[in-house]
């Protein structure tokens, strides 16, 4: 049985969430982010992503950028995280929530509008900064690869 990691993201949010305004945020250090070990053994790099940090409800939040890699609704989108500078850091896959948002261009879209190629940014709460199995044996499913740098 192959697993495939998931990582419970809150790129896909509700329109409630997307509601405030994180600039009148207090600030947090990205720095200050804990994230747990199978989280840092499978995605080693991607704490690099964080852009910023700020505190909402007395929990710390990270806001990291993503480029869209594969969309495979209803089932999955593979993003790559990307570092300040816009480089891919990792590559992840997720399934995204009923009726999730995500926010393009600065705009909130239905995640049924998010195409490859788009740059979506997103904000990780610390709490939910672990990975998941796969609820299903994954045995007769594709295997994702990572993207391929053109030579």
């Known amino acids: 049985m192959r697993i495939r990691a998931v990582l419970p993201i809150a790129l896909l949010a509700t329109d409630a969430a997307l509601a ?5 945020l207090p600030k947090v250090s990205c720095s200050d982010f804990q994230y747990s070990e199978a989280f840092l053994q499978k995605f080693p790099k991607a704490p690099a992503g964080c852009i910023e940090g700020r505190l909402y409800n007395g929990e710390k939040w990270a806001k990291f ?3 869209v890699y594969l969309v495979n609704l209803p089932d999955f989108i593979t993003i790559e995280v990307l570092d300040a500078a816009g480089n891919p850091l990792e ?3 997720f399934k995204p929530a009923a009726g999730a948002k995500a ?8 995640v049924k509008e998010v195409k490859a190629g788009n740059v979506v940014t997103f904000w990780k709460s610390e709490k939910t900064m672990d ?6 044996d994954t045995a ?6 990572p993207p391929q740098k053109s030579q």
């Open 20 to 24: 405030v305004d994180p600039s009148t």
């Open 65 to 67: 950028n993503a480029k």
């Open 91 to 93: 590559t992840l896959s």
């Open 103 to 110: 926010v393009v261009d600065g705009k909130s879209i239905s």
């Open 131 to 136: 990975t998941k199995a796969m609820p299903a």
């Open 140 to 145: 007769e499913s594709w295997t994702l690869l």
